[in-house]
């Protein structure tokens, strides 16, 4: 337990510098939200803050929300994925040596969830697990929700929520990580409010 103290305090110092470092983290302010021209459309029950600017690849098509810095707390938003649309690109990229996760066409409500758990892997997770799926309807579209467990890098366990809905071929995800002790409870109302508030184009 004291050791676990010590990296979430390590992080919370970490995750207030991020959020400090430059003027392309914005406010995200409590009200609509929209993902993309004409694409889909949350509404924010609390300030967030955008560190899509800083923290995404250039490829990937999902916003990134935080409100105590990424290392804490972070809500992925994408817009509407095709077959030729990752969710994530890492490090490694997206090219012929390495090709980034993409959606299928037609994909199961399982299909989904171990999509996002695939993707999850790119940005250095590990041992990303779902568990405890539940139906929603989004839109009057039938998706997903479910729970996440996996590991950093520092080998903090993280925990997650995330949403999947399909709409004329096109998927959109609401991913919400952080950290399994402190964090993960603290903001998990306010990541489901967001996901309860999606709107499909």
């Given at each position: 337990m004291v050791k676990s103290f010590r990296i979430i305090s390590t992080l919370t110092i970490t995750g207030f510098l991020l959020i400090g470092c430059g003027p392309s983290v914005i406010l995200a302010p409590s009200g609509i939200y929209k993902v993309g021209d004409n694409n889909l459309e949350?509404?924010?029950d609390r300030d967030w803050n955008d560190a899509t600017a800083v923290f995404?690849?250039?490829?990937?098509?999902?916003?990134?929300?935080?409100?105590?810095?990424?290392?804490?707390?972070?809500?992925?938003?994408?817009?509407?994925?095709?077959?030729?649309?990752?969710?994530?690109?890492g490090q490694n990229g997206d090219t012929k040596n390495h090709i980034a996760p993409r959606p299928n066409d037609n994909m199961s409500l399982t299909e989904q969830m171990d999509y996002v758990t695939r993707s999850l892997?790119?940005?250095d997770f590990k041992k990303v697990n779902y568990k405890s799926?539940?139906?929603?309807?989004?839109?009057?579209?039938?998706?997903?929700?479910?729970e996440l467990n996996m590991r950093n890098n520092d080998g903090l366990d993280i925990n997650g929520l995330a949403q999947a809905v399909?709409?004329?071929?096109?998927?959109?995800?609401?991913?919400?990580?952080?950290?399994?002790?402190?964090?993960?409870?603290?903001?998990?109302?306010?990541?489901i409010a967001?996901?309860?508030?999606a709107k499909l184009p």
């Amino acid at each position: 337990m004291v050791k676990s103290f010590r990296i979430i305090s390590t992080l919370t110092i970490t995750g207030f510098l991020l959020i400090g470092c430059g003027p392309s983290v914005i406010l995200a302010p409590s009200g609509i939200y929209k993902v993309g021209d004409n694409n889909l459309e949350v509404t924010l029950d609390r300030d967030w803050n955008d560190a899509t600017a800083v923290f995404n690849h250039q490829k990937s098509k999902a916003k990134l929300l935080t409100i105590d810095g990424v290392l804490l707390n972070r809500l992925y938003i994408s817009q509407g994925l095709t077959v030729n649309d990752p969710l994530f690109v890492g490090q490694n990229g997206d090219t012929k040596n390495h090709i980034a996760p993409r959606p299928n066409d037609n994909m199961s409500l399982t299909e989904q969830m171990d999509y996002v758990t695939r993707s999850l892997g790119e940005v250095d997770f590990k041992k990303v697990n779902y568990k405890s799926p539940k139906p929603v309807t989004i839109s009057g579209q039938k998706g997903i929700r479910f729970e996440l467990n996996m590991r950093n890098n520092d080998g903090l366990d993280i925990n997650g929520l995330a949403q999947a809905v399909t709409k004329d071929n096109k998927n959109y995800y609401i991913i919400y990580l952080a950290p399994k002790e402190h964090y993960y409870n603290s903001n998990l109302k306010n990541a489901i409010a967001v996901m309860d508030s999606a709107k499909l184009p």
